[in-house]
C-alpha cells in the first residue's frame, strides 16, 4: 500500500478488479506493486499518479477523504475503466474503514478536531484481536464437526419468541459468501492471496455490510489488510494477527451462515463519536505513544466519578521527537487552558462532550472544559481499584468463549488496572514484583514480569525500569496494562508511593502523587534509602511459564504455516509420516486433543478426491477450513488458560528461590 494515497471503499476495489480481463489479472499483483512505489501528486484532496507516458489515474476522494464511488477514480489511458492502470492504484490504496463508509453513507460527519484521536487506535494497538476460550486440557474439546459450512436452504422456524431472531435469509446468503471466500483464501495461503482473491472477500465484505452484518465485515477488512501486510513484509505485520482475523472471519461467518440466533455475530455500526452529555473526569497517567507507521504523540487516561475509564489523545505524525513533546501539549478540549501533564495530575468538568467506543473524549466546537482539582489514587474511583485481586481481574478479563466480539474483547482486555506489587529482583534480565494482598503475606502473591510498556531509549520506560530493578524489597501501587498473550506479565503506565509503609517511593510535591514511567524520571532522591527496605528471597530464575514450556508451539506453527503457505504447506506432516513427532510430543504432554486436530488438519489438507479412473479431483476447501478453524479455536483457547493459570497465587516455593537474602 501508498500512505499517499487516500483510502478505497471495498467495493470500488473489487468492482475495478472484476472488470478486468483474465490476462491482465494475471498481471495485477506485479502491477499494484510498482505503482504503490511511484510517486503521488498532491492537488488538495486530488491524488494523481503516473502510470506511463499515456496514463494518468485521478484519484477524487469525497468530502469524508475516502474514495466510495467508481467515478472518483479515472484513468486517461484507452482501455478505461477496464484498465489494468486504474485497478493497480485502486489496489495501492489503503482500504477503508467500516465505520468511514457507514458515516459516507448516511451523511454525518466525523468531528474533525478528533482525526488525530482516531490514529490512536492503530497506534496503541498491540494484542491479538482474537478473543479466546479458557478452556483446559481435559474440558469438552473443539472438534471439527462443531463448525460446520455454510448450510444450504433458509433457516428453520418455530423458536420461541423469548429468544433471538436468527439472521434473514440476505444475512445468511452474505455469511456464505464470505464462508467460501474466506475458505479460498486460507486454502490459497499468503503467497497466492493477491489482488484477485483479496477483490473476491472485499466483495463479500461489501455486501456483508449492506446485509448488516457489521462484525464479519470488518473481520475480512483485517484479514484484506493483514494480507497486503504480510505479502509487503511490512515491519508492523504479525502473522499472528492475521491468524487471529482469519479465525475470527471464519468462525463468525460459518456460525451465521448456520442462523445462528446471537446478536453480537451481527455487530453494530456506530460512528467514531457520539454525544457523551457533561463529564467530570480526574487525571490518572500520560502514555506515550509511537506507532510503526510514523504517528507519535500521548494519550491521557482519566477516569469519571462513576468509575469508567476515558482517554484524551494527541496523536500526529512525528515519531518519538512528537511522542516526547506531546507529554506537555495543550490539551485540545475546551478553553485549552491545561497540558497533558497538568490533565494526568489534575481534572475536567466537561460540558457537551464527545466519546468514541472506546472512550476517547472528543474536541469538537461545542466541547466546553473547566480545569479542576485532581484526586489522589487512594481515593476516589480508582480507591476501588487497588482493592480487587489481579486473578479476579484477570478472569474477567482473559475469559471468554469462541464467538465473543475481538473488539470488544481487546478493549476489555486493554482496561488499566491497578495493583500493589513489592520489587521481588531481577532473573534472566527480567524485573519480577510480587502482589501484595490483604490478608495475605508478601511472598505468597503471584510473581509477575514487569515489561516497559515502550522500550525506546529516547522515552524514560526502560531507565526507570533500571532504577526500580536496583531496589529488591521497593512497594509501589502500579497503574498498567495485562499483557493477555504472555505468562503472568503486567506493563506498568505509572507508579505512586504505597500508603501506610516508609519502604516505598517519595515523589515531589509536583508531581500530583504518581509517576508517569514514560515521561518522568526516577532518580536516587525519590527512593528511600537502601537500609530501610526490607530483605526479600533472591530470584535465581523467572516464575514458570507453562505456555513456553507446553508443546502447543507445534500446533501453533501448524496452524500458522497453514496461513503463512497454504494448503500445500499444512499438508507436509500429513505425507512425510510426522517425522517431526508433532503429534507424539503433544500426546506426551497431555494434549492429546490438540494432537487429535494437528494430525486431522494435515490429514485434511493432504486430502484429495479421485474419480473412477483414478485422477486427482478439486479438494474440498469447506472441510479443511473446518478442521483449520477447530485447531484455531482451540489453540487460542488452550493458551489462554495457560495465561490464566499463571495468574493464580502459588507458595513461595513454587518460585524456586533461594533462600538467601538480598536488599
Known amino acids: 500500500m501508498n500512505a499517499e494515497l487516500p483510502p478505497v471503499a471495498p467495493d470500488v476495489v473489487a468492482a475495478a478488479v472484476e472488470s478486468l480481463t483474465s490476462r491482465l489479472r494475471k498481471k495485477l499483483d506485479a502491477a499494484i506493486e510498482g505503482y504503490a512505489a511511484l510517486p503521488v501528486g498532491t492537488e488538495g484532496a486530488v491524488r494523481r499518479v503516473r502510470c506511463g507516458e499515456d496514463a494518468e489515474v485521478v484519484l477524487t476522494p469525497g468530502p469524508s477523504g475516502t474514495v466510495t464511488d467508481a467515478d472518483q477514480a479515472v484513468c486517461s489511458c484507452l482501455l478505461a475503466p477496464r484498465c489494468l492502470h486504474r485497478a493497480a492504484v485502486l489496489g495501492a490504496c489503503p482500504v477503508a474503514d467500516a465505520e468511514t463508509l457507514v458515516e459516507t453513507e448516511t451523511g454525518a460527519a466525523t468531528d474533525a478536531d478528533d482525526t488525530n484521536a482516531n490514529a490512536n487506535a ?32 433458509d433457516p428453520s422456524s418455530g423458536r420461541a419468541e423469548s429468544e433471538p431472531s436468527p439472521p434473514t435469509g440476505a444475512q445468511i446468503a452474505a455469511a456464505r459468501g464470505l464462508w467460501t471466500a474466506a475458505a479460498a483464501v486460507l486454502g490459497a495461503g499468503v503467497p497466492a492471496a493477491g489482488a ?33 501486510g504480510a505479502r509487503a513484509r511490512h515491519d508492523g505485520h504479525r502473522l499472528a494477527d492475521l491468524v487471529a482475523a482469519l479465525s475470527e472471519l471464519l468462525l463468525t461467518s460459518g456460525l451465521l451462515a448456520r442462523a445462528e440466533p446471537d446478536g453480537s455475530l451481527l455487530g453494530t455500526a456506530r460512528r467514531a463519536y457520539r454525544p457523551g452529555g457533561s463529564l467530570r473526569v480526574r487525571g490518572v497517567c500520560r502514555e506515550p505513544v509511537l506507532s510503526a507507521t510514523g504517528y507519535g504523540g500521548v494519550v491521557t487516561h482519566v477516569v469519571g466519578d462513576d468509575g469508567r475509564w476515558f482517554s484524551v489523545a494527541d496523536v500526529k505524525p512525528g515519531g518519538v521527537a512528537r511522542a516526547r513533546g506531546a507529554g506537555t501539549a495543550t490539551v485540545m478540549i475546551g ?38 482539582a485532581g484526586l489522589p489514587w487512594a481515593s476516589g474511583p480508582l480507591g476501588a481499584l487497588f482493592a480487587r485481586p489481579l486473578e479476579e481481574i484477570v478472569a474477567e478479563r482473559l475469559g471468554g468463549a469462541p464467538g465473543v466480539d475481538p473488539e470488544r474483547a481487546e478493549q476489555r482486555a486493554r482496561e488499566l488496572v491497578g495493583c500493589d506489587l ?76 504505597l500508603p501506610d509503609t516508609g519502604a516505598t517511593l517519595r515523589l515531589p510535591a509536583g508531581w500530583g502523587g504518581h509517576a508517569d514511567l514514560g515521561y518522568d524520571r526516577l532518580e536516587g ?37 497453514a496461513v503463512s503457505g ?75 488458560a495457560l495465561i490464566q493459570a499463571t495468574w493464580r497465587p502459588r507458595p513461595a516455593t513454587d518460585a524456586r528461590p533461594t533462600a538467601e537474602p538480598v536488599g
Open 422 to 497: 513489592v520489587v521481588a529482583g531481577t532473573a534472566d534480565g527480567q524485573l519480577i514484583a510480587r502482589e501484595i494482598r490483604a490478608g495475605r503475606p508478601d511472598d505468597e502473591g503471584v510473581l509477575i514480569r514487569l515489561a516497559p510498556a515502550n522500550g525506546h531509549p529516547d522515552l524514560a520506560h526502560t531507565a526507570n525500569f533500571r532504577q526500580l530493578a536496583a531496589r529488591p524489597g521497593l512497594r509501589l501501587r502500579v497503574i498498567g496494562r495485562l499483557e493477555p498473550e504472555r505468562a503472568a506479565t503486567l506493563r506498568p503506565l505509572a507508579v505512586a508511593p
Open 196 to 228: 484477485v482473491p483479496q477483490a473476491e472477500l472485499l466483495r463479500a465484505a461489501h455486501t456483508a455490510r449492506l446485509a448488516g452484518l457489521h462484525r464479519a465485515e470488518a473481520a475480512a477488512l483485517r484479514v484484506v489488510r493483514g494480507l497486503r
Open 335 to 372: 478553553s485549552g487552558g491545561l497540558d497533558h501533564a497538568q490533565l494526568a495530575r489534575g481534572g475536567l468538568l466537561i460540558a457537551g462532550a464527545t466519546l468514541s467506543p472506546e472512550g476517547r473524549l472528543g474536541a469538537g466546537k461545542g466541547v466546553r472544559a473547566t480545569p479542576v
Open 566 to 640: 497454504g494448503r500445500r504447506a499444512a499438508a507436509e506432516p500429513a505425507r512425510d509420516g510426522d517425522r517431526g513427532g508433532a503429534g507424539a510430543a503433544l500426546r506426551r504432554a497431555g494434549f492429546r486433543t490438540a494432537a487429535d486436530l494437528a494430525t486431522g488438519l494435515a490429514a485434511e489438507a493432504d486430502r484429495r478426491s479421485r474419480d473412477v479412473f483414478g485422477r486427482t479431483g478439486e479438494a474440498d476447501p469447506d472441510a479443511y477450513a473446518r478442521a483449520w478453524l477447530a485447531a484455531a479455536v482451540y489453540l487460542t483457547g488452550a493458551e489462554r
Open 525 to 561: 532522591a525519590h527512593f528511600p534509602p537502601s537500609e530501610e527496605l526490607p530483605a526479600v528471597t533472591a530470584l535465581t530464575e523467572p516464575p514458570p511459564d507453562p505456555l513456553a514450556e507446553a508443546p502447543l508451539w507445534r500446533l501453533r506453527r501448524l496452524v500458522e504455516v
Open 122 to 153: 492503530n497506534a496503541n494497538a498491540n494484542a491479538n484481536a482474537n478473543a479466546g476460550n479458557a478452556v483446559a486440557e481435559g474440558a469438552v474439546p473443539v472438534s471439527s464437526e462443531s463448525v460446520v459450512p455454510p448450510a444450504e436452504g
